[in-house]
């Protein structure tokens, strides 16, 4: 549902973005690689953190 949710709000913000003939600050491509390294660094924090703990018991 998440998924669906943010799809919809992504179609609307373009919607609106063309309407308004706005141009998006970021080429697509670097958004892009931009959301994924976010995503990568929202995963290795939790990650980085069990490591330590092992890693100190």
């Known amino acids: 549902m998440n998924y669906l949710i ?9 919607v609106i973005y063309g309407a308004l ?3 998006s600050p970021a080429p697509p491509a670097i958004a892009l690689v931009g959301l994924m390294g976010i995503l990568l660094g929202e995963k290795l924090w939790p990650m980085g953190q069990q ?7």
């Open 6 to 14: 943010s799809l919809a709000i992504g179609l609307f913000v373009g």
């Open 21 to 23: 003939d706005f141009r």
């Open 51 to 57: 490591l330590f703990s092992d890693w100190l018991s």
